[in-house]
């Protein structure tokens, strides 16, 4: 359960287990985090093995979300409210104004780069508007309605409306 919670911040309100299977192996632990159906393999001794979203709002077989009708749609947009987290070591790194910048690439890929501050800027480059890239790493895309959220290793990045 802790390991879903990081996926938000540390934030997640309803948090509770739907089902469990043991296994010799690794048992299988499904979880619901605020409406989303996440799913844990763990080890004998407690350690993650693997953990990914089963299901959510507005979701699909790959376990991304994808941009729905009304939802939060980054294309058009120029600014917005982000903040960014490391969720493994639970570290606030940015909180504040930024913008947005949309390109398409040649490879018929829509390419947005995301700059906080004076930081460098984040790219993240979708061609389906469900699986997303940012340099060689996958990034799962949570629409949420008035905030887009991506994760990627051990960061969260949520993008809100001005």
């Not at 959510?56 to 120029?78: A, E, I, K, P, V």
Request: net charge negative; proline share 1%.
């Amino acid at each position: 359960m802790m390991a879903v919670n990081d996926n938000y911040g540390g934030n997640v309100r309803n948090l509770d287990i739907v089902s469990s299977e043991f296994s010799q192996a690794n048992s299988e632990v499904v979880i619901n985090a605020d409406g989303e159906r996440w799913r844990c393999l763990v080890s004998d001794d407690g350690q993650v093995q693997e953990l990914t979203v089963q299901e959510s709002q507005g979701s699909n077989d790959s376990g991304y979300s994808s941009h729905s009708g009304g939802g939060f749609d980054l294309s058009g947009r120029t600014s917005g409210h982000c903040k960014l987290t490391n969720v493994q070591r639970g570290q606030q790194i940015y909180n504040g104004r930024c913008t947005i910048t949309q390109t398409s690439s040649k490879h018929s890929s829509m390419i947005f780069e995301i700059k906080m501050g004076s930081a460098d800027s984040f790219l993240f480059a979708t061609s389906d508007g469900r699986n997303w890239m940012s340099g060689p790493e996958k990034v799962r895309f949570e629409d949420r309605g008035h905030t887009g959220i991506f994760l990627w290793s051990d960061f969260r990045l949520e993008v809100d409306d001005d």
